[in-house]
């Protein structure tokens, strides 16, 4: 390591981001050991305060993640002990709990050289858990934010989102330390990463349209998935995705924070180096196999977006034929509703009337605001202003993010 790079790391941020990168390397490792999620992520914790009292001063270790993962290994081992001893002290004679119950023989010689980063977010996906559960879980574990951070990105309490996150560890120590294979859980891990993409990129409530940290944070955890799985198609699928849609991210807002729908946007605003990312990944992940998942379709629709010079220059028939392909693989009215916008470019407003109202039968979406607004974006393209500006308005009524609702209230001002 270079004299430069050691005095960035010795500075407070360059150490932080390290150890941020490294912390869920080291839970995920104490907990394949140990099986206890909770008492792993204190002695992680404890590990991660001895290294930024040390390293500023003493110089960073030859191996920064083994020495992590020896001294959380010894509080860990230490913790055990002091419960072994607790318990001996309060056991009956007919109760007596053997020492390997809680300590291997080999616990003094902690494994440091596996990456168990995967292992940790499968387990953050234990069946036993519920999304909403499971999401906030895998942000605390594996992305490293705190309860505070994660509470205010989903505008809870943190006492509240403390609870959460406690009774998803205690129910994975209840079901145990398991992590089997199979594409059930590695389907639950994609689909957590999505929806912590998706809250990042369009914030379900609250006054800012994104929450970029949290969409960076997806990308960071997909992108140590696909270093981890470089064959599995649709984790380069999501992946690919999420690099595309990000990439629009600058211009999205307006410099005074309003919605600019994406045909309303300066693509030259638009991140080059992400979408060339996301193109490559999804181009090679099409042309190997000819089994298409649903990550990889949302992702080839967001590359002909993303290549087109403009909204009027989009490939919209291409798109179209994507989403009725996208249509057979996956069960989610979301992607039907998307799917009208399409129709009404290719074939007209009647035509993506039709798909809404299909999508709109679903209850999964009832109440959902997106179904209002783009009844009002078809209404308003076939001429009828009065009834377009009636669903704007129930639109912005409904949703709970701020620049949505001025965006609609507006639309619906227009058609006065």
């Known amino acids: 390591m270079s004299d430069g790079s050691l005095r960035k790391l010795r500075s407070r941020t360059g150490i932080e981001d390290l150890l941020r990168t490294l ?81 291997s023989p080999a616990a003094d010689t902690p494994p440091v050289e596996a990456d168990d980063t995967l292992t940790l977010l499968f387990m953050c996906c234990h069946p036993a858990l519920s999304p909403s559960a ?62 912590i993409f998706n809250e990042g990129y369009t914030s379900t409530s609250g006054a800012s349209l994104q929450r970029v940290e949290l969409a960076v944070e997806a990308i960071r955890l997909t992108r140590e998935l696909h270093r981890l799985l470089p064959d599995d198609h649709e984790v380069a699928g999501l992946l690919a995705l999420m690099l595309l849609t990000h990439a629009r991210r ?52 967001a590359a002909v977006h993303d290549e087109a010079p403009s909204d009027a220059e989009t490939d919209w028939p291409q798109i ?31 035509a993506a009337l039709a798909v809404l109202n299909q999508a709109a039968a679903d209850n999964r979406l009832t109440g959902h605001y997106r179904v209002e607004a783009l009844r009002a974006h078809l209404l308003e393209e076939s001429g009828d202003r009065e009834a377009a500006r009636d669903h704007y308005q129930r639109a912005a009524r409904a949703t709970l993010s701020l620049p949505e609702r001025h965006y609609l209230q507006k639309r619906a001002k227009n058609l006065q």
């Open 23 to 103: 912390a869920p390397q080291v839970l995920g490792a104490l907990v394949r050991r140990f099986g206890d999620f909770g008492a792993a992520e204190d002695a992680v914790q404890e590990a991660l305060l001895d290294a930024v009292r040390q390293w500023p001063v003493e110089g960073l270790p030859e191996s920064p993640r083994g020495w992590l993962i020896r001294v959380a290994h010894r509080r860990m081992t230490d913790h055990l002990r002091s419960e072994i001893a607790r318990r001996r002290r309060e056991e009956t004679a007919g109760t007596r709990i053997p020492r390997d119950h809680f300590l």
């Open 134 to 195: 499971q999401v906030p879980l895998t942000l605390r574990a594996v992305g490293g934010l705190t309860t505070a951070e994660i509470a205010s990105a989903f505008l809870v309490p943190e006492a509240t989102m403390a609870k959460r996150v406690t009774r998803a560890k205690q129910k994975i120590k209840e079901f145990g330390f398991r992590v089997p294979a199979g594409p059930d859980r590695l389907g639950a891990v994609l689909h957590v990463l999505y929806l």
């Open 250 to 301: 600058a211009a999205r807002t307006s410099p005074s924070g309003e919605l600019v729908p994406m045909a309303a946007q300066d693509r030259g605003l638009w991140d080059r180096a992400a979408i060339a990312e996301g193109v490559s990944l999804v181009t090679h992940a099409l042309s190997a196999t000819d089994r298409f998942g649903p990550y990889m379709l949302q992702a080839a629709i």
């Open 320 to 350: 179209l034929a994507l989403y009725r392909l996208l249509a057979g693989v996956t069960d989610n009215p979301m992607i039907t509703l998307n799917q009208s916008v399409a129709e009404l470019k290719v074939n007209g407003p009647d």
